[in-house]
């Protein structure tokens, strides 16, 4: 009954952050001395893990992973870590807020619940056109999700986003077009013996990384005497290209012309027995090892080597995303990836591609997602005043997209912009009013996570504290508008919790309800923090033989003339910042970036011989200039990227978002040209070309590593492929093991 | 036993070889760099556990990072066939620890369970500890350190906050072995099992690299690792007697 | 400004010295002024803010913890052992010409070990616990940690200090009675205190000779110890280019040589200001020169042996730290320090050199700046390269660092100033050993009759 007590601590007291023991006669549960701990889901990435979180005397003291939850197992990674100080950050919003100078200006007057609700509701009953309303959402799921469609719904409204950075547009359309599924199929690496990485940062931030991390270490060394074979290709080495037993390079936008190469070396050696094999032949005629040594860079017998090992691995899996699936032809890269998965047939199978059951919780919203294209049609549309009121929650578009989709301007034309994020960021700034949300901590929510582990996987999230300050929970937001709106028929629920609590015996009708009622059920559910039920998708798939016929990759187009700009830009999501949302979080911006140590700022990696013949050194600071912008980032020299790439990580650069994120930086994708996807319609990102040039100024990078050479110090020790220990002896320096008697 | 009896008894009780049978426990810690991936959880993990300071931006430039663990990166190599190598860093809880030593005043001794311990109280900051220890994971506090309200609402009420002059070093979580321990004991167990107590860093490593255990259990993974062959220690050619051990990375050249 | 045509009396050795004392010049009390503005501008307000703030307003980071205050220490230890060396060593050898210098000498010790104390509270991070490193029963039952070579140094240093205090003071006795007899005032009542009653009888001059004799012998490898063990402070880690074995005979070795450097510099100042021209003279200079060259010889082949060691062991670590020392970011500073300590005193080997004030001022400053310089590598240089090449980091000394080395000499000058004005800075009854028998004149029996 842990979410009684947070409720109660909600009412009794004013202000929660003073106190060192706040009550006389405190709730049941609050001991002083005692932790309490709450279950609940972290929001700091759209994989969903399960957290339990630490407080003590009201107070969130430590996350750490639930170890009931199927995603993450009690694991947890840095970003989730942080959330903490998502919590506790000193710049949050408080209070909500009226703009009480020119739009920008940054002056705001603080106003009451009561009055903020009421001026956005009768701006929202006031206008003319339901299609004008405008609601901008960071991806969310589960009963939030729902809340948001049946909200836009009664308004009239059909335009509902979910606009997130690093949302897969690709994969999903990917995974739709060969296999007709909308949902994101479950890539089962820990069963897997052997993974094709194209691109995919499964490590990092692609998808599911904690869960994948689980999937890694026992693919290594979880399995008995079988050890998983890790094979990545990227044009820049990220933390999986690190820890995979090989790096490829290709060139930047031919990783699906190297899939389809490797498909038809599995073709060509026999090794695949389907009946539409002649089909494959004759759509993979074009891509022999010749020609896709040309267009890849990678060698032929290389292609041929991958594809022998991958088909004869039991079994291969091969997944695709990062950079690979973030050009021109990102789509067709991926349905090129998936086709291998095919090939080997490893769908539906452990280690291999397993699709996923629907949501049991939050209707499905693929259909929601805001492509790039749809950006742009929504800038487009206030351009032509189309816009009345624009509502966003929790996301940062500002930043996020490059200023070739005319957002920025676009505003200008939007009447009323309404902010419900927690943080000042550089959108929420434009906003005219601020509704500002309760942080995830705080807030009542549930999910099925996306992807899901191959079976129906639930949670509930729970406040483990009280607020902190005088806002609420998203939920209870669009709740409060719909009350001011005379929408009580259709959304009479009191709360959030209520609403969630309603769904929620949907759920439990399903799983066949025993004596102890809903009450005991919900209970179970918290306390737990995670429902599970044995629904499975069908993994049997038939792929149509114009599909098979139409495969193909183009070459990836770029912005810009390779002649003006050399190199290609490669942007990647920061494992301590991810698309900038960790940029506020001191913890953040302190850790040291794994691949290069480099802590508060920006940098470019180059390649050390493309440094080295433009005279380029540590720590100079250049000029990167595209087609659409230009920024200035001190350079560091990497050693596993190619030579006519540079890659920048994204997250820093922001000039609102709180005294962490402030003015630090430099933020790449203001000058990533606005390509897309043809198929997708999702932000081409790795598509845009770029020239170097000297500023004659330096601005070295804080780095906490020093020399990054072990200078034959035997600190980190290698064995041979089989295991048993060459150079130095395994023999340990006098470490008794003492065996405990019985 | 009077002061001379005393002594003789802590004399030959320390300086017999393998005098760390007689530990109550011997914590060990087990990263296997096979499975390390270099995400850093760990350290962000740490850094909530213990209160760790937020240094800035300024003093980082300056040299002084704070974080009781570290992820050492090595490259191998050249394009296009770079190896970039992972290595956590931290106390290695050293049985022959070059540390306790030369503290003058004692402020680091090695405890009944095997683990090298800081008295924050007793530190004069000499910081010769730091100078001896090989594997450089002691930090020093050169400044007191603030956090910006209310981000002090999330430190830990079971560890100290160390005020400037101080050494700090990772403890293996001191605070949860003592609590492990006395749950324990509460429960009527005598001995704490398998799994009672990790560490902030062990119980957050997504891969599982991290293991934590008693070595003195035969059936602990702990002691699992240390008959691995693949089992090292660094540096051990210095004869610190780490209570960390490491499973050396496998390297399977295509 | 002595009379040639007179031979000098022993009464004149008097009169000049209490003339020392008592007159005072303007120039005395504007160098005095000035020392004690540098002291408690350079020193002690950088000190406190850095007890304000902590150790962060110094230069040092993780993983070079140490900086120029321990450097600074070692150095003025090191300079300590310029007394001994000439009272103690030298006594023995029944050397003539140290007897006009070792009491200038032996007070140099002793500030030089003061400044070399107030250097250790400035570098632990929390002074105001210093006192727990002292062995003292206490609530806490607890002891300091006697392994540790901290303690040895603390226990070290005490004793050196508390055996040169004797030392000096046991020696100057007869010098404050011959000063108490031609004084008045509040010297006369200081020095009638600090002579503790001596009379001159035969019994008193035989005792004190012993007693001399006594502790000159037992201050020697009280000497030797003492650096020793500061070098073991070092040698003792396990610190690439620390743990050496070699380190105990360089320190100490290396202290005897700035030590004797930093006589002929205080010598020279003595002589120029203090009118003790005639008690100081060229072959004062030429013995001390001769004595530098030979320590700068083995200082020369201690080096040399610490490269030929570090390319000898084949091993990463140790070769790392050679080529750091002799090409990395800190190269200007070591091949300054050969520079002035190994090739510059080659100059010694002239006697024309020798027997020039001014040059030999100008070579005793600059191998001190060069044995700075060499204790600042050991400590900076040696820490940025250790075993783990991920945790290499470059060390800065700050400006609060600098300005307290400044400070710490200028605590020395001031202290040493005081020095001179009260106690006799030449020892008088030695110096008068020194000199012939002045042979009486006709007409003198007035003369003889008063003294």
């Not at chain 1, 578009?397 to 000042?424: D, Q």
Request: proline letters at 5%.
């Amino acid at each position: 009954m842990g979410a009684g007590g947070g409720f109660m601590l909600a009412e009794s007291i004013k202000h929660p952050v003073e106190h060192l023991i706040p009550y006389a006669v405190p709730p049941e549960e609050f001991s002083s001395g005692i932790a309490t701990w709450y279950n609940s889901i972290c929001g700091m990435c759209p994989a969903g893990c399960g957290i339990s979180v630490r407080t003590r005397e009201g107070r969130a003291k430590k996350i750490e992973g639930n170890p009931s939850h199927p995603v993450n197992q009690g694991r947890l990674c840095a970003l989730g870590q942080a959330g903490l100080q998502v919590l506790y950050n000193p710049d949050r919003l408080t209070a909500p807020m009226l703009q009480s100078g020119e739009r920008g200006s940054g002056e705001f007057v603080q106003t009451t619940w009561n009055e903020g609700l009421s001026e956005v509701a009768s701006r929202l009953s006031a206008s003319t056109n339901n299609d004008g309303i405008y609601f901008v959402s960071e991806g969310v799921r589960g009963h939030l999700a729902n809340l948001f469609e049946l909200f836009m719904n009664e308004l009239g409204s059909a335009n509902l986003l979910h606009y997130d950075f690093a949302h897969p547009h690709s994969l999903y359309a990917a995974n739709n077009h060969l296999f007709g599924e909308r949902q994101l199929p479950y890539y089962d690496i820990r069963n897997s013996r052997y993974l094709l990485s194209f691109g995919a940062d499964y490590l990092n931030d692609w998808l599911s990384p904690v869960h994948h991390g689980l999937g890694f270490g026992h693919s290594r060394q979880g399995n008995g005497d079988a050890r998983g074979r890790f094979v990545q290709i990227e044009p820049r080495m990220s933390i999986s290209g690190a820890s995979a037993d090989e790096w490829i390079p290709a060139t930047p936008g031919s990783e699906g012309i190297l899939a389809l190469g490797i498909a038809q070396q599995i073709l060509a050696g026999g090794n695949y027995q389907g009946t539409d094999a002649d089909d494959w032949n004759a759509a993979l005629a074009t891509y022999s090892a010749a020609y896709v040594e040309d267009k890849t860079g990678v060698p032929a017998d290389t292609v041929a080597r991958i594809a022998s090992e991958f088909s004869h691995a039991e079994p291969g899996l091969a997944i695709g995303g990062g950079a690979a699936g973030n050009h021109t032809n990102g789509v067709d890269t991926l349905v090129a990836v998936n086709a291998l998965n095919y090939l080997v047939g490893n769908i539906g199978k452990p280690g291999g591609v397993v699709f996923n059951p629907d949501p049991v919780v939050g209707s499905s919203t693929a259909g929601r997602q805001a492509n790039f294209a749809a950006m742009q049609d929504l800038a487009e549309n206030a351009r032509q005043g189309a816009i009345e009121v624009l509502i966003i929650n929790n996301t940062n578009p500002l930043f996020t997209l490059p200023p070739g989709a005319g957002l920025k301007e676009a505003l200008a034309s939007i009447p009323l912009v309404v902010s419900l994020s927690s943080f000042m960021d550089e959108t929420t700034a434009m906003a005219d009013i601020i509704l500002p949300s309760h942080t995830y901590l705080e807030s009542w929510g549930d999910d099925m996570p996306q992807p899901g582990v191959g079976f129906s996987v639930g949670a509930v999230s729970q406040p483990v504290v009280s607020p902190l300050y005088n806002t609420r929970a998203t939920g209870d937001i669009i709740l409060g508008l719909a009350g001011k709106m005379g929408l009580g028929e259709a959304m009479g629920w009191d709360s959030m919790e209520d609403y969630i609590k309603d769904g929620w015996r949907n759920v439990y009708e399903r799983s066949s309800p025993d004596a102890g009622g809903f009450d005991s059920f919900w209970r179970e559910v918290l306390t737990s923090g995670a429902w599970g039920e044995n629904t499975r998708n069908s993994n049997s798939v038939v792929i149509d033989k114009q599909v098979i016929d139409n495969i193909a990759v183009a070459e990836a187009e770029f912005s810009g003339n390779p002649d003006e700009y050399p190199f290609v830009l490669h942007p990647y999501l920061s494992t301590t910042l991810y698309d900038g949302r960790g940029a506020n979080l001191p913890w953040m911006q302190e850790l040291p970036d794994p691949m290069t140590s480099i802590v508060y700022g920006s940098w470019v990696e180059l390649n050390p011989q493309t440094a080295n013949e433009m005279g380029i050194q540590d720590g100079d600071l250049l000029r990167i200039t595209s087609e659409h912008g230009s920024i200035e980032v001190p350079a560091v020299t990497f050693p596993a990227i190619m030579p006519d790439v540079v890659a920048m990580p994204i997250g820093q650069g922001h000039e609102e978002f709180g005294r962490y994120a402030r003015n630090r930086g430099s933020n790449p994708i203001q000058i990533l040209a606005p390509n897309m996807d043809a198929v997708s319609g999702s932000l081409a990102t790795s598509a845009t070309r770029v020239s170097l040039a000297q500023t004659g100024r330096r601005a070295a990078p804080v780095k906490t590593g020093g020399e990054s050479r072990q200078l034959g110090r035997n600190i980190v020790q290698s064995t041979g492929a089989d295991g048993d220990s060459a150079g130095h002896s395994a023999k340990l320096n006098s470490i008794p093991i003492v065996v405990d008697p019985a | 036993m009077n002061i001379m009896e005393r002594f003789i008894s802590s004399w030959q009780k320390y300086r017999k070889p393998g005098y760390y049978e007689d530990f109550d426990y011997a914590w060990t810690m087990s990263i296997d760099l096979d499975r390390c991936t270099g995400c850093s959880a760990c350290v962000t993990a740490c850094q909530a556990e213990n209160n760790i300071p937020i240094v800035g931006e300024k003093e980082l430039a300056k040299g002084r990072e704070m974080h009781w663990i570290r992820i050492e990166r090595y490259w191998e190599g050249e394009y296009p066939n770079a190896k970039l190598k992972f290595i956590p860093m931290l106390c290695q809880q050293c049985d022959a620890a070059p540390c306790e030593t030369v503290c003058p005043v004692s402020a680091t001794y090695h405890n009944q369970d095997g683990l090298n311990t800081q008295v924050y109280n007793r530190c004069i900051g000499t910081r010769s500890c730091a100078v001896y220890c090989p594997y450089e994971v002691r930090y020093f506090n050169y400044n007191s350190h603030h956090w910006d309200s209310p981000l002090d609402q999330q430190l830990n009420p079971d560890v100290s906050v160390r005020e400037k002059g101080v050494m700090e070093k990772c403890t293996f979580c001191i605070q949860r072995v003592r609590q492990a321990k006395d749950h324990a004991k509460d429960d009527g167990r005598r001995r704490v099992q398998e799994g009672d107590i990790q560490p902030a860093c062990v119980q957050t490593c997504p891969s599982e690299a991290l293991v934590f255990g008693d070595r003195k259990d035969s059936n602990s993974k702990v002691a699992k690792s240390l008959a691995d062959p693949r089992a090292y220690h660094v540096l051990d050619e210095l004869n610190t007697l780490p209570s960390v051990v490491y499973l050396k990375k496998v390297d399977s050249d295509g | 400004m002595g009379n040639e045509e007179r031979q000098m009396q022993f009464a004149d050795v008097n009169d000049d010295v209490v003339r020392s004392l008592t007159e005072t010049g303007r120039s005395y009390y504007i160098a005095l002024a000035t020392a004690i503005f540098v002291m408690l501008a350079c020193f002690f307000f950088p000190w406190f803010y850095q007890l304000y703030y902590g150790i962060g307003a110094a230069g040092m980071n993780h993983p070079t913890v140490w900086g120029t205050y321990l450097a600074s220490f070692v150095f003025w230890i090191g300079l300590s052992h310029s007394g001994t060396l000439l009272s103690c060593v030298l006594h023995i050898t029944n050397s003539e010409w140290r007897k006009a210098m070792y009491r200038s000498a032996e007070a140099m010790t002793l500030f030089s070990l003061m400044v070399a104390a107030t250097m250790v509270m400035v570098h632990v991070g929390r002074p105001w616990f210093i006192h727990w490193a002292l062995p003292y029963p206490n609530q806490m039952e607890l002891w300091p940690n006697f392994r540790s070579p901290l303690m040895f140094d603390v226990m070290a240093i005490t004793t050196y200090v508390t055996g040169s205090l004797i030392f000096i003071y046991m020696g100057s006795i007869p010098d404050f009675a011959a000063v108490r007899d031609r004084t008045t005032g509040w010297r006369h009542h200081l020095y009638v205190l600090l002579s503790l009653g001596w009379r001159g009888t035969d019994t008193e001059w035989h005792r004190l000779g012993w007693a001399y004799t006594f502790l000159a012998v037992l201050i020697i490898p009280l000497a030797v110890s003492v650096h020793s063990i500061v070098s073991w402070d070092f040698a003792m880690s396990l610190v690439p280019g620390l743990h050496q074995t070699i380190f105990a005979p360089y320190f100490v070795v290396g202290a005897i040589y700035s030590g004797t450097a930093g006589i002929v510099t205080v010598m020279y100042v003595l002589r120029k200001y203090m009118n003790f021209e005639h008690f100081i003279t060229k072959l004062h200079f030429d013995n001390l020169g001769k004595l530098l060259l030979v320590l700068s010889l083995i200082w020369t082949y201690i080096n040399i042996l610490e490269l030929f060691t570090g390319w000898f062991s084949g091993t990463s670590t140790e070769y790392e730290q050679l080529k750091y020392k002799l090409f990395g970011f800190y190269a200007p500073l070591y091949w300054e320090m050969i520079l002035f300590c190994a090739v510059a005193p080659l100059l010694l080997i002239s006697k024309k050199f020798r027997t020039s004030f001014v040059p030999m001022l100008i070579l005793s400053i600059a191998i001190n700046i060069g044995m700075y310089t060499e204790r600042f590598l050991i400590i900076g240089a040696t820490l940025s390269r250790q075993y783990l090449p991920n945790a290499w980091r470059v060390y800065v000394p700050s400006l609060v660092e600098i300005s307290i080395l400044v400070g710490s000499l200028a605590t020395f000058i001031t202290l040493f100033l005081l020095f001179v004005k009260i106690f006799p800075s030449v020892s008088i009854y030695e110096v008068k050993e020194t000199m012939e028998t002045p042979k009486s004149k006709k007409g003198d029996t007035e003369w003889q009759a008063a003294h």
